[in-house]
DNA sequence: CTCATTTAGTACCGTACGGTACGGTTCGTT
DNA sequence: AACGAACCGTACCGTACGGTACTAAATGAG
């Protein structure tokens, strides 16, 4: 394609980014000023307006750099073991914590959340777009390939998705969003990936494939 | 205990506290300035400030009065029926799915996220003590009521009450916090609400109370 | 009727931020 | 060496908001 996706933002202007996600992380939105950014960034007003527009566009700018960070690797191609599958739903399970968990994306959330009541929300749309999108994308194509190596069984791969975050993330994020210490969320999620691909295997899994129908309780 | 709680606000102080939230959910949180609720609501700004302190003040008295709302109304006492346990979890997800797509609820966890990132989160820990404590009591005894009859399964009901939300919103809360229309949440929230509790039944039904092991999939 | 309290309405102040303009400097090009 | 582009630093402007002070009207008590 003629997308590079790699010189969206130039050397410069990419280090003036990573400076903005710092000062918003650590300060909120209401500590992102364009001042602010030029002085932690040693750069100008001037150049700011210059390159991203005005504050919104720095802010869109701030998702999309953040968002071309991620790299959505295609993590299989053929068959699939029962093993394998179970190995690769818990690594997704806890790549998607992680992210999740993460500074900058609740940052990032947090900033389009709070903007996202007054004029449009083009920034929780650049969110959803950029953010969930490709995680989701991942998550399909992993869920088909465990369908068509007969291991899972599903009709809706978008519901059986949903399912499976939902017994990953819960309400967690919002939690995450809302306050709580990402530390004491962790200590939640940790316990609750291997819970939750259970279930989900329970749930999904093809019957025959699975010879423990339901998770056990401790 | 010498909290009235009903006359924690006066009906004045009510009345405006009701046009607040009006502005804040038509117009977001940057709309939401003194000068605007005094004018909607027909009151001086001196009376804002003496009633609530500050800006901060009015805004913590807005989350205490909308959750002061809702009603958390004990479900069951005795024991329940299998019919029973079923269809009043079909109700607390259907209720559940009710307050988080409602527009209220959605501008003040947006009001309560957006602030959160920056000065401590107070709105963040009002929201959570106040909004999600209440709906996760009356799950929590709900579900116990269910254990004490003999058709759930679980050890940790904290563990269960999170897998029964998860399965409920996954990730829908948060797309609407993002700016998806409620309604589009809603339709897809309708056809869940079923295959949740079915699917939460599958996982901590007691094995010989559910003949049905796992949710059928068309 | 009179006085006291409360509150609406308004005017005002200080500040902080978004956005712009300008002088000075660095760096690459010819 | 001379020129020009890009850019940094800063100063500046207009505005909008949080918060306060003051006046006038309303309401209630004695």
Redesign the pocket.
Known sequence: MSKPEQDQF?P??SA?LEEALSLLVEGGE??????????A???????????F??????LAAMIAYQASKVRTYEPTGGKLTREELRAHLLTFVRDLVDVLSGEVSLALNRLSIGQAGAGGGKLGRLMLERGRGPIGKRAMALLDAGRRSGLLDFSDGGEAYQTLYGLAVSDLHVRMLLGVSPETARKEFGSRAERAVDAFLSLYGAANKWEEPRIRHA
């Open positions: 130039s410069r202007q003036v209401k500590a992102l000023t364009t001042a602010g950014v030029a002085r960034a040693n750069c100008s007003k001037e150049s700011l307006y210059k390159w527009g005005d504050r919104d566009g720095l």
